[in-house]
């Protein structure tokens, strides 16, 4: 490019251009006849030398437009990294010494076939063709499955069809975005690798934001977990850069291929890299290898590599991922070791753990230069106060062995294990603690955004990562808690533990007023609530001090809701309580803030619910709803909130039991957040919510038909909202556990058991993240319970319900009010016992649930069906165990309960009607047959009435029944029919 644009500059010279229109000017004597008249000849002459004059200056428009194409270009790749560096001479140790593992696992230069994928490359290649489409994509996936490699043949095949591409250097942004308006007709591919650990995405997207230059420009963001990354930029980031990562396309990758592939590909490998290292390949079977379904494409040739450097064939399972980075890591040591002794780095003497600790320093804090990586080393306690030349000699030896490519610093190998050797290095030893206090002291802002996103990533599967998290942020948390906020949100599996370990750090912070409003409007409450807990009892303390009364109503509003979020809800009614008391003061003095009002009302409401006050929560619900209809009566802009209001006093209706004003109220909620969503689809959480319970209400009072499909369409909106914005993932798992019970009416096992899977899935992702979840994938347990019991799995029914029962004792013993969750788990469980014939054990677990329910009935009535069913379990239990007298008695008590139930709410008759059912056999066993035939005339009379409102659920019971009582009276002739 250089020598071109070299030989472009000189055609262009004054010079060059000068003798072409001279040129030009001469050719008349040759070509007019001298005969000619002079005036003739003149004019031709002067037309002749100006064309040729156009011609010199046509030539020099064309050069110089071609010296500005090259220029771009030239601009486009002192942006760009190259996708293949060029192979540096690498040193080596002395003959025979060791070489680098971890060259052969680069994506650069691996030597094993790229394998599948194909499906990936044909929409990465139309995404790039395509320029409707987002300019940026989004590639994630789980460590080490192959992200880099991906991108880099997908690369690699748009530079062999003209593409400019390359890694974007760190902080070359607004540049690549200049070179490419100026770079027109061009198209351009720029590869972000470890985006979440990169301090410069909010200069990419603010130029990313503003580009419309004539290049097809497109930027690719590698990515562990995306969805995150996007949250986490969402958060940082101007409404418009959040709007470009929001809606950029996402490319999820899995690990590839089944056990067989993992087999056939591993032999591969081992091959590949035998070769590669000049050694005979060990054996390895073709039908058998240390692989196991699920593995990470880095997990197989770290394996693959481990088992060449052995020279012994493999065991039939995969090592540890410990042992497997020891292994590596413990070659490239002595690689190390061979190379710093060199003469031409005038190291010696140097110890392995100092050169250790120089990999671990660089490979952690990726200087951008070498004044940067001095100044990293100077913080090794080894070379505090070393000479200036050998610590610059020690960063260009590591440098040597492994050139700083792609912005991203210097790069050990693959992150999953190069994250290994980091918190190795770190935290094994006292010693390595020691180092790691030194080496995480006092960091720059940038230095310590990159480590925390490291660190947070390599917790993942390093759990001593966290640790380091911890001290580095507990070092300075007023300065560092961004960054940690930052971090945690770019993780998936281990943000639930960040969440606690930065909400700790701020707990104790000395925040001042403006950190904390700043911190709480970083800080997304679904996703990190334990921090957003910390932070508004801070802001609860600073208004306290300086605030106004309504500053700290709004204070307390927000903890008590802060406090929900997590189940305090011991602290939640005391908050409560207190905002309640200062808005009604407030409000006796101004009307202004009746609406501050309602939304205490509101929160007590939910407080209440949280520690079992049932009969004062259908209390204060009823006041707020009564507020709040005034204020939507004087003001429409309060219709929302009025909806709101009515779901929740729905709720604390079905709380005690009053199910037919629980379904009233929760119609008024869907009507008025239906005429809201058809306004303004923003509503549609709202309507979700109203849904979802609808279909709870409609379960209580019988209507199942309209519960499914009413319990169909919350699941269609849940999903609709939480896709647009996570914070409604806890919405779509109810949902989802609500469509379950009610598929689980109608009898349809086999949706139900998809529905039930998919929320317990759902709440064990939100549990991870967030404990207080633990209620719902309590519920959503018991319903795949049930739902095992539909299709006949028993020996996983047991299994779930056994987890459901381990979860509600735990949850039980924390807080009384998730009882009645442990009752219904104890009946699932007894059930579960009955099928896999473990019929003492569901005999002990039954009477737990009767004594339970006996309990729960004397504190609230409401409770008395989940009596009846337990009693029902006993029954049956009583029946196995052989023990007819006891199963009768308790089998009375039951029908006598539902009789009870059944008169104040026909809903109760199907139930009636199998406890009836349970009574006749009992009856029969006991000998007593002249009751047993009154009580299945009665079973008859009710399931012809059932059978006439709904012969679905009921004819087939109404005939097997009827046909039973015809054995019982052979010689009586019954009449009735439908």
């Not at 000619?36 to 030398?49: E, F, Q, T």
């Not at 951008?368 to 020690?394: C, F, I, K, Y």
Request: overall charge negative; glycine content about 6%.
């Amino acid at each position: 490019m250089g020598r071109r644009l070299k030989k472009l500059t000189k055609l262009k010279s004054p010079w060059v251009l000068g003798a072409v229109a001279s040129i030009g000017a001469g050719v008349t004597p040759l070509v007019v006849p001298g005969d000619w008249p002079l005036v003739w000849r003149a004019l031709i002459a002067a037309v002749v030398a100006a064309l040729a004059g156009a011609s010199g200056s046509y030539f020099g428009v064309v050069l110089t437009r071609a010296e500005s194409a090259a220029a771009a270009v030239g601009a486009l790749h002192v942006a760009l990294d190259p996708l293949n560096p060029p192979q540096l001479h690498r040193p080596q140790g002395p003959a025979g010494g060791e070489r680098s593992v971890f060259e052969l696992l680069a994506p650069q230069s691996c030597p094993t076939p790229f394998w599948g994928r194909r499906a990936e490359r044909d929409w990465w290649w139309a995404w790039c063709q395509e320029e409707e489409l987002s300019g940026l994509l989004v590639v994630d996936g789980p460590g080490g499955c192959g992200k880099t490699r991906l991108a880099l043949r997908a690369a690699q095949e748009a530079a062999a069809d003209g593409w400019v591409t390359g890694w974007l250097r760190e902080g070359k942004a607004a540049d690549l975005v200049a070179a490419a308006a100026a770079a027109a007709g061009r198209r351009v591919l720029a590869l972000v690798d470890n985006a979440d650990t990169r301090t410069d995405l909010a200069s990419l997207l603010e130029a990313l934001a503003h580009y419309q230059g004539p290049a097809l420009l497109r930027v690719v963001l590698i990515t562990r977990h995306g969805v995150e990354l996007g949250q986490a930029l969402q958060a940082h980031l101007p409404e418009r850069h959040a709007l470009l990562v929001r809606n950029a396309p996402l490319m999820s990758l899995l690990p590839l291929g089944e056990t067989s592939d993992l087999i056939r590909w591993y032999g591969e490998a081992v091959r590949a890299f035998a070769s590669a290292w000049g050694t005979p390949p060990p054996p390895v079977s073709d039908t058998n290898a240390p692989v196991r379904e699920g593995q990470t494409m880095a997990e197989l040739l770290a394996q693959a590599m481990v088992t060449v450097l052995r020279r012994a064939s493999p065991t039939g399972s995969p090592a540890p991922l410990d042992e497997v980075a020891g292994v590596l890591f413990e070659h490239e040591a002595r690689w190390w070791r061979g190379t710093a002794a060199l003469d031409r780095w005038a190291l010696a003497p140097v110890s392995d753990p100092l050169l250790a600790r120089v990999m671990t320093g660089l490979a952690l804090f990726a200087p951008a230069d070498e004044p940067s990586a001095v100044g990293v080393l100077r913080r090794v306690p080894e070379l505090a106060d070393a000479p200036a030349e050998r610590v610059t000699n020690l960063v260009r030896w590591a440098h040597a062995l492994y050139p700083p490519t792609a912005g991203a610093g210097l790069r050990i190998g693959p992150n999953l294990l190069a994250d290994w050797f980091i918190t190795t290095s770190l935290t094994r030893t006292e010693g390595d603690r020691h180092f790691a206090r030194q080496l995480l002291n006092d960091p720059t802002d940038e230095q310590a955004a990159r480590i925390l996103t490291l660190l947070a990533r390599a917790g993942e599967h390093h759990p001593p990562a966290r640790l380091l998290f911890e001290q580095l942020l507990g070092g300075d948390p007023v300065r560092l808690a961004h960054h940690a906020v930052y971090a945690a949100l770019t993780t998936a599996t281990n943000r639930g533990e960040l969440d606690q370990t930065t909400a700790t750090a701020l707990a104790t912070a000395d925040l001042d007023p403006d950190t904390t409003t700043r911190l709480l409007r970083l800080t997304p409450a679904y996703a990190l609530p334990r921090c957003v807990l910390a932070l508004a009892r801070h802001h609860v303390r600073h208004t306290r001090a300086t605030g106004t009364p309504p500053e700290l109503g709004d204070a307390l509003t927000d903890l008590v809701v802060a406090l929900n979020r997590v189940g305090e809800h011991r602290e939640e009614l005391q908050a409560a309580r207190e905002a309640l008391d200062l808005f009604r003061g407030l409000a006796d003095g101004d009307p202004v803030h009746r609406a501050g009002l309602n939304r205490a009302l509101s929160n007590l409401s939910v407080a209440l619910d949280g520690v079992g006050e049932y009969r004062e929560e259908v209390r204060v619900a009823r006041e707020a709803l009564a507020l709040c209809r005034e204020l939507a009566d004087d003001d429409p802009v309060h219709r929302p909130v009025l909806g709101r209001s009515l779901i929740r006093f729905a709720v604390a209706l079905a709380r005690v039991g009053q199910h037919r004003e629980q379904v009233e109220v929760v119609r008024e909620a869907v009507g008025l957040c239906r005429e809201l969503v058809d306004g303004d689809p923003a509503h549609r959480p709202d309507l979700a919510r109203a849904m979802t319970d609808l279909a709870i209400a409609l379960d209580a009072v019988g209507e199942h038909r309209e519960q499914v499909r009413v319990a169909r369409e919350a699941v269609e909106l849940c999903r609709w909202v939480a896709d647009d914005n996570p914070a409604h993932r806890p919405a779509l798992a109810q949902a989802l556990i609500h469509l379950a019970a009610a598929l689980e009416r109608v009898n349809d096992p086999h949706e139900q058991l998809g529905a039930a899977r998919e929320a317990v899935d759902l709440c064990r992702e939100l549990v991870a993240d967030n404990p207080a979840h633990r209620f719902d994938l309590a519920e959503a347990l018991v319903r795949l319970a049930g739902a095992l019991d539909g299709v006949g799995e028993r020996r996983e029914q047991v299994r779930v319900a056994r987890e459901a029962v381990g979860l509600c004792r735990k949850l039980a013993a924390d807080n009384s009010t998730p009882r009645p969750a442990l009752a219904r788990s104890l009946d699932h469980l007894s059930v579960a016992l009955h099928r896999a014939g473990e019929h003492r054990e569901m005999l002990q677990v039954a009477r737990e649930a009767v004594d339970l329910c006996r309990e729960l009935v004397a504190g609230n009535p409401a409770h008395r069906p989940a009596l009846a069913r337990s009693l029902g379990n006993v029954s049956v239990a009583l029946h196995r165990v052989g023990d007819p007298r006891e199963q009768v008695r308790v089998a009375r008590e039951a029908v006598d309960l539902y009789r009870e139930l059944a008169d104040d709410d026909p809903t109760h008759r199907p139930a009636l009607a199998r406890a009836l059912l349970d009574l006749s056999a009992a009856l029969e066993r006991a000998g007593e047959h002249r009751e047993q035939i009154q009580v299945t005339r009665e079973v008859v009379d009710l399931y012809r009435e059932l059978a006439a409102r709904d012969p679905d659920l009921f004819q087939q019971p109404y005939v097997d029944n009827r046909a039973a009582l015809r054995r019982l009276l052979p010689q009586q002739d019954i009449t009735f029919d439908l």
